[in-house]
């Protein structure tokens, strides 16, 4: 039996020996993917479609289950967790971005930011101040009781982001999150997500963009057909 090897202090994830086989059958979208990611750090996972990115993504932030290997977050083992368990612990320890925002458009931007809060069980009042605070610092607190719908894309995204920050996660997932953007909306995401880390925000990035990666991640890891492909590149920032 292979022995475990055993997270490092300040590893805010830890994937060991993950393979992810669906059952479609071989080849298997992951395949022994080992990899570490250091609180505060900024971590690119880049790839051709179909390389695997997604799913390493959905393991990691506990929409998936590894078929071997374990993943550790914030210092817990979730591939052994309940669904309940990992639902709590998601909600609290992981805020994830996507591409297309997934707002819910039948409510308010402050009711989009709030939800994941009370989710977690924080208090309405607590939850109010914070999502408040998170409009303000993204520069859309005037459009708290606006409908996403009525909102550019650069400001949905900007919703999502304060949403996926509202329990204040160890952890935040980001897939393609300028990809839906026009080019000058783009680049003000990234530079937000460069100023959330800059304030300590660990952050995995997935993009198929290089000049995305080279610009906001201090390290890309590689994926092609589901392996990664030799080490990690470290970025100058």
Not at 66 to 75: D, L, Q
Not at 103 to 113: E, G, I, P, Q, R
Not at 223 to 236: F, N, Y
């Amino acid at each position: 039996m292979r022995q475990q090897s055993v997270p490092a202090v300040g590893d805010v994830i830890r994937l060991d020996g993950v393979t992810k086989t669906y059952q479609a059958g071989p080849p298997p979208a992951l395949a022994n993917v080992s990899m570490s990611v250091a609180a505060g750090e900024v971590v690119a996972v880049m790839g051709p479609s179909g390389s695997g990115k997604s799913t390493l993504l959905n393991l990691i932030a506990g929409l998936d289950r590894p078929t071997e290997g374990t993943v550790t977050v914030a210092g817990r083992r979730i591939d052994t967790m309940g669904e309940s368990a990992l639902a709590r612990f998601r909600a609290r320890h992981v805020g994830i971005v996507f591409q297309f925002f997934n707002l819910l458009d039948d409510l308010t931007v402050a009711d989009n930011v709030l939800l994941p809060a009370q989710l977690a069980g924080a208090s309405r009042k607590q939850a109010r101040a914070r999502a408040g605070e998170l409009l303000a610092r993204m520069g859309i607190e005037q459009h708290k009781n606006a409908y996403p719908a009525r909102l550019s894309g650069g400001q949905r995204q900007r919703v999502a982001i304060a949403r996926a920050l509202v329990n204040s996660p160890e952890l935040l997932l980001a897939d393609e999150p300028t990809g839906a953007l026009d080019t000058a909306s783009g680049l003000q995401i990234g530079a937000l997500l460069r100023q959330l880390n800059a304030g300590g925000q660990t952050l995995v990035l997935v993009t198929h963009d290089p000049a995305l990666a080279g610009r906001y991640a201090a390290r890309t890891v590689q994926l092609v057909d589901g392996r990664l492909a030799g080490a990690s590149i470290e970025v100058p920032v």
